[in-house]
């Protein structure tokens, strides 16, 4: 059974990610990921393990996201027993000291958190897909029945 002690975890969690992240903290933002855990970026880059989430994000830290932050939103997380969840959550990268508001924020985020053997939650599984508003927008409206019922 899940209590609301695990979605403070699994939010203490993705907060986590955003502190490794603001340091550029390579280690310290894969520590949070399982062993196994795949990753894919917005770009459809795929990342297989812990070791090569570090070392991607070392590099990615030292050149292209140097001196950026993390934003996330958690918009929902689901329980799949006691030991399983997914989250989705809005996100993007910054620089600055201004969080960029939600509807800003132009990445979704889907990610399956696992708590291993020794009780902690971790990320087994993450997915970033760009938003693309614009084109939601058109969608929406020439095909209404593509709206989400949470929006409609």
């Given at each position: 059974?899940?209590t609301m002690d695990d979605k403070a975890a699994i939010t203490a969690v993705?907060?986590?990610?955003?502190?490794?992240?603001?340091?550029?903290?390579?280690?310290?933002?894969?520590?949070?990921?399982?062993?196994?855990?795949?990753?894919?970026?917005?770009?459809?880059?795929y990342y297989s393990g812990r070791a090569d989430i570090v070392e991607c994000?070392?590099?990615?830290?030292?050149?292209?996201?140097?001196?950026?932050?993390?934003?996330?939103?958690?918009?929902?997380?689901?329980f799949y027993g006691p030991d399983a969840a997914i989250v989705t959550a809005?996100?993007?990268?910054?620089?600055?000291?201004?969080?960029?508001?939600?509807?800003?924020?132009?990445?979704?985020?889907?990610?399956?958190?696992?708590?291993?053997?020794?009780?902690?939650?971790?990320?087994?599984?993450?997915?970033?897909?760009?938003?693309?508003?614009?084109?939601?927008?058109?969608?929406?409206?020439?095909?209404?029945?593509?709206?989400?019922?949470?929006?409609?």
């Amino acid at each position: 059974m899940t209590t609301m002690d695990d979605k403070a975890a699994i939010t203490a969690v993705m907060a986590e990610l955003n502190t490794a992240w603001a340091r550029n903290d390579a280690d310290a933002y894969g520590a949070l990921f399982t062993q196994d855990a795949t990753y894919v970026t917005f770009v459809g880059t795929y990342y297989s393990g812990r070791a090569d989430i570090v070392e991607c994000h070392r590099t990615l830290f030292a050149k292209f996201l140097k001196n950026t932050k993390l934003a996330a939103e958690i918009t929902d997380i689901r329980f799949y027993g006691p030991d399983a969840a997914i989250v989705t959550a809005r996100g993007d990268t910054y620089k600055g000291a201004t969080t960029p508001r939600s509807s800003k924020l132009s990445k979704v985020q889907t990610c399956t958190f696992v708590r291993e053997s020794d009780g902690r939650w971790r990320v087994a599984a993450f997915h970033n897909t760009q938003r693309k508003p614009l084109m939601e927008a058109i969608s929406f409206k020439t095909a209404p029945g593509t709206i989400p019922a949470a929006q409609r």
